[in-house]
């Protein structure tokens, strides 16, 4: 089992920075893919990120490729993504998964509650 809490969400102006934290709980998260994942107002929940169980082998959509990257400091069992040159159309609830790093983009195992992001224009 394995449990998942995001932070550092806010809002911030287009052109901005953010970093995101997933910090988890439970002896099986060195056995799982983590990354993110964010829905926007409207939509369906779109992949953004995810790392290998070794921290290594980052992958994004191409919606974020060059702007955001991905890390994860296993002694702290906590992945981030730092987020640059943030647009208006990054808005939206964030949230941290972990899972099989084969069917990562499709079906994550576990979830975060998920935490706001908002870039004004």
């Known amino acids: 089992q394995v449990h998942l809490v995001e932070s550092g969400g806010g809002l911030v102006q287009a052109g901005g920075s953010l970093r995101l934290s997933c910090a988890a709980s439970?002896?099986?998260?060195?056995?799982?893919?983590v990354g993110w994942f964010r829905q926007a107002p409207g939509k369906e929940r779109e992949f953004v990120s995810r790392?290998?169980?070794?921290?290594?082998?980052?992958y994004y959509a191409d919606s974020v490729k060059g702007r955001f990257t991905i890390s994860r400091d296993s002694a702290k069992n906590t992945v981030y993504l730092q987020m640059n040159s943030l647009k208006p159309e990054d808005t939206g609830i964030y949230y941290c998964?972990?899972?099989?790093?084969?069917?990562?983009?499709?079906?994550?195992?576990?979830w975060g509650q998920g935490l706001q992001v908002t870039v004004s224009s």
């Open positions: 998964a972990a899972g099989s790093e084969v069917v990562f983009t499709t079906t994550p195992d576990y």
């Open positions: 790392i290998s169980r070794s921290g290594g082998n980052p």
């Open positions: 439970g002896r099986a998260f060195g056995f799982y893919a």
